[in-house]
C-alpha cells in the first residue's frame, strides 16, 4: 500500500515557475514508478510525466517537453514536477500516481493522491 500527499500548487503568472512534490508513505516507494497527470475543469485526466523506479527513465507528453522536468528522490520517498515557463493552459489539478511501471496510461497506476491546483494567469 502507498499512500501519496502532493503539494506545491498554486497561483502564478505566465511564464513563472512551480515545482510539486509528491511525498509516500510506505517503504515500497523505491519499487514504484511515479507519474504526474492533470485534469483541467471539463477535460478529461491526461498524462504529464513519468519516471522509473531508478530515476533513471523519464518521459514526457509532447505539450510539457522542455519545459518540465520530473524527478524522484527515494531517500526522501518523494516525487516532483518542475514547472518552468507555465502556460494558462497548463492550469489545472496535478495529480502524482504510482505503478509497478512507467506508463502514460493513467488505468495502470495504482495508487493516487488527492491532487494540487496549479492556476497560471494570463
Known amino acids: 500500500q502507498v499512500q501519496l500527499v502532493e503539494s506545491g500548487g498554486g497561483l502564478v503568472q505566465a511564464g513563472g515557475s512551480l515545482r510539486l512534490s509528491c511525498a509516500a508513505s510506505?517503504?515500497?516507494?523505491?519499487?514504484?514508478?511515479m507519474g504526474w497527470f492533470r485534469q483541467a475543469p471539463g477535460k478529461e485526466r491526461e498524462f504529464v510525466a513519468t519516471?522509473?523506479?531508478?530515476?533513471?527513465?523519464?518521459y514526457y507528453a509532447d505539450y510539457v517537453k522542455g519545459r518540465f522536468t520530473i524527478s524522484r528522490d527515494n531517500a526522501k520517498v518523494t516525487a516532483y514536477l518542475q514547472m518552468n515557463s507555465l502556460k494558462p493552459e497548463d492550469t489545472a489539478v496535478y495529480f502524482c500516481a504510482a505503478a509497478k511501471s512507467s506508463s502514460p496510461y493513467a488505468r495502470r497506476y495504482d495508487y493516487w493522491g488527492q491532487g494540487t491546483q496549479v492556476t497560471v494567469s494570463s
Open positions: 519516471i522509473s523506479w531508478s530515476g533513471g527513465s523519464t
Open positions: 510506505g517503504r515500497t516507494f523505491s519499487s514504484y514508478a
